[in-house]
């Protein structure tokens, strides 16, 4: 039987133990998956009650992506160039394995047949989403990148990282109030949890001129995936744009954290029809 579970801070909004469960029961594997609310100042205690209690694994959220990144003994290649982790594997002798399975979910959600090759995205937010955002846009062949933040001085970490990990995309930043004319953007992001339940449902982090000015072939990709139709999403749908909501990505980087703990492949459509009676 595996133990398994979730840290970060809140976790009152999670669906993870939900879409775990019934990825571990897709694969016929008894699995236990606890949710552990960890603010920053505990995560050091939090560490300890793991690796004390049998812990197989865990996933890790908001605000311990990056944190975590200093108690483990390995990444793999996604957490070394995203710079954050999100799902950690505990060896027998308790050792940490950190990934970052959100880079392989943001990938997984773009259909196929997309093609981003020499293209411009737009990035709203540069938090740890924003990065795994940055990874899997590289990976489709996007060449330029433009920032949206509240704070470009915050920022800064963030773009000297990336800037360095991806010399051949240019990257911009602006502020987000000042937002320019999104129209020679292939994918525009949204990387803030602006329009989540619980944190500014009834707004979203563009305006609806914004929208009617993006060409007609833009994705809105919203990582956002409660609710799974954000306000940003039905907007976009309303002028005819692509979308992508934040709930394919979230059950693909689980199917993907699954996978690493147990060596087997989930049933996403299982996951997906669990996380959808949840929300």
């Not at 996007?142 to 920032?147: H, M, R």
Request: hydrophobic residues 40%.
């Amino acid at each position: 039987m595996y133990k398994l579970g979730i840290i970060g801070y809140p976790l009152g909004h999670s669906i993870s133990a939900v879409i775990q469960k019934a990825g571990l029961e897709s694969i016929g594997v008894e699995g236990s998956y606890d949710v552990m609310e960890t603010p920053p100042e505990e995560l050091i205690n939090r560490i300890k009650y793991i690796k004390a209690n049998g812990y197989n694994g865990f996933n890790v959220t908001i605000p311990l992506k990056v944190p975590m990144s200093l108690f483990l003994d390995d990444i793999d290649d996604y957490a070394n160039i995203a710079g954050c982790v999100n799902t950690v594997k505990v060896g027998e002798d308790k050792s940490f394995h950190g990934y970052n399975t959100d880079i392989y979910g943001f990938k997984s959600a773009i259909p196929a047949e997309t093609d981003l090759r020499g293209k411009t995205a737009s990035i709203l937010g540069t938090g740890g989403a924003a990065r795994a955002a940055v990874v899997g846009l590289a990976e489709k062949g996007v060449t330029a990148i433009d920032f949206y933040t509240r704070n470009i001085i915050n920022s800064k970490q963030t773009l000297d990282y990336v800037r360095a990990k991806f010399p051949n995309i240019v990257f911009n930043v602006y502020q987000i109030q000042n937002i320019r004319s999104l129209a020679e953007s292939s994918i525009v992001v949204n990387a803030t949890p602006i329009g989540m339940k619980g944190f500014m449902a009834d707004q979203m982090p563009l305006e609806r001129e914004d929208l009617d000015k993006l060409s007609e072939g833009t994705i809105i990709y919203d990582i956002v995936y409660n609710p799974p139709k954000t306000v940003l999403i039905q907007e976009a749908q309303k002028r005819g744009l692509k979308t992508i909501g934040g709930l394919d990505m979230l059950i693909y980087q689980a199917q993907r954290a699954i996978e690493i703990w147990t060596g087997k492949t989930p049933d996403v459509n299982v996951m997906k029809i669990a996380a959808l009676e949840a929300l």
